[in-house]
């Protein structure tokens, strides 16, 4: 089992930065990547970014070049989230994708971004 613990959500205005962190425990050593997902109430959730433990970085178009996923400690991921958007406003989950493809998930954190 892997426990996922997020943080760093908060209430921002547009144009303002946020840094979020996900931090994995127990059975982490199969870990393969840590990934960010959002989510908004009515829809199904959607990827953000996701960094394997190699250090490679993927993002979805609708964040590339404004948020930036790194890797720290190798059970960690932060993702700094800049010139943020209302349409950003989300509910922000953590995902660890494991070697053999079991996958868990965080609780999740708010960013709300709004004027």
């Known amino acids: 089992q892997v426990q996922l613990v997020e943080s760093g959500g908060g209430l921002v205005q547009p144009g303002e930065s946020l840094r979020l962190s996900c931090a994995a425990s127990?059975?982490?050593?199969?870990?393969?990547?840590l990934g960010w997902y959002r989510q908004v109430p009515g829809k199904q959730h959607a990827w953000v970014a996701s960094?394997?433990?190699?250090?490679?970085a993927r993002y979805a178009d609708s964040v590339s070049g404004r948020f930036i996923i790194s890797g720290d400690n190798a059970n960690m991921a932060h993702l700094q989230m800049n010139d943020l958007k209302p349409g950003d406003t989300a509910l922000y989950l953590c995902?660890?994708?494991?070697?053999?493809?079991?996958?868990?998930w965080g609780q999740g954190t708010q960013v709300t971004v709004s004027s």
């Open positions: 995902r660890a994708g494991m070697h053999g493809g079991n996958e868990y």
């Open positions: 960094i394997t433990q190699t250090g490679i």
């Open positions: 127990g059975s982490i050593a199969a870990l393969y990547d």
